[in-house]
T-cell receptor, first 116, second 112 residues
Framework: DSGVTQTPKHLITATGQRVTLRCSPRSGDLSVYWYQQSLDQGLQFLIQ???????AKGNILERFSAQQFPDLHSELNLSSLELGDSALYFC???????????????FGSGTQLSVL | GESVGLHLPTLSVQEGDNSIINCAYS??????FIWYKQESGKGPQFIIDIRSNMDKRQGQRVTVLLNKTVKHLSLQIAATQPGDSAVYFCAENTGTASKLTFGTGTRLQVTL
């Protein structure tokens, strides 16, 4: 058990809808990262938050947004969903702002999103 | 965290044999490399890492080899066990942890 909790485990929705994925980092970790894993793809970095503020952005669509709350949990909001958004969404956490190259990431078990 | 739907290269190894999983990385400026293991229903789990100033690092039953000349990384698992069955990802880092780039992964199947 990595200590990172993601809910829900599975989510089935329709095109055009909006969903929210939730992540609780490991106790003491200040950074949260969101990744997308779809068919034929490795893990694609979406966005990172550190202590409530956006720290880094990757390949995140404008229809997607995230935030990190004062209690350090994070939510990833996906709107105007398309079939191609069906994927596994992982949250990871790390201790600090990840200024160090070798900052270790701890991953949750993911949310499987199916857009029908 | 089910990755069974991914279309991945597969390595089949008999229990007790050694496994070698290879990875070609893309950025010659990458200075930190990590191997992750993703079991069915779970998220990626850190296995072992290596910095670019090293060419070999050993852990418990695992060894990572780095060849910077040809931008190649390998993970060797000794005496492979059924519990080693998973998808293995290499990742390279050129800066902070948010700059981690994952490879597409290799599925390891351990046969009895």
């Amino acid at each position: 058990d990595s200590g990172v909790t993601q809910t829900p485990k599975h989510l089935i929705t329709a095109t055009g809808q909006r969903v929210t994925l939730r992540c609780s980092p490991r106790s003491g970790d200040l950074s949260v990262y969101w990744y997308q894993q779809s068919l034929d793809q490795g893990l694609q970095f979406l966005i990172q938050y550190y202590n409530g503020e956006e720290r880094a952005k990757g390949n995140i669509l404008e229809r997607f947004s995230a935030q990190q709350f004062p209690d350090l949990h994070s939510e990833l909001n996906l709107s105007s969903l398309e079939l191609g958004d069906s994927a596994l969404y992982f949250c990871a956490s790390s201790l600090s702002s990840a200024a160090a190259t070798n900052e270790k990431l701890f991953f949750g078990s993911g949310t499987q999103l199916s857009v029908l | 965290g089910e990755s069974v739907g991914l279309h991945l290269p597969t390595l089949s190894v008999q229990e007790g044999d050694n496994s070698i999983i290879n990875c070609a990385y893309s950025n010659s400026a990458s200075d930190y490399f990590i191997w992750y293991k993703q079991e069915s229903g779970k998220g990626p789990q850190f296995i072992i890492d290596i910095r670019s100033n090293m060419d070999k690092r050993q852990g418990q039953r695992v060894t990572v080899l780095l060849n910077k000349t040809v931008k190649h990384l390998s993970l060797q698992i000794a005496a492979t066990q059924p519990g080693d069955s998973a998808v293995y990802f290499c990742a390279e880092n050129t800066g902070t942890a948010s700059k981690l780039t994952f490879g597409t992964g290799t599925r390891l199947q351990v046969t009895l």
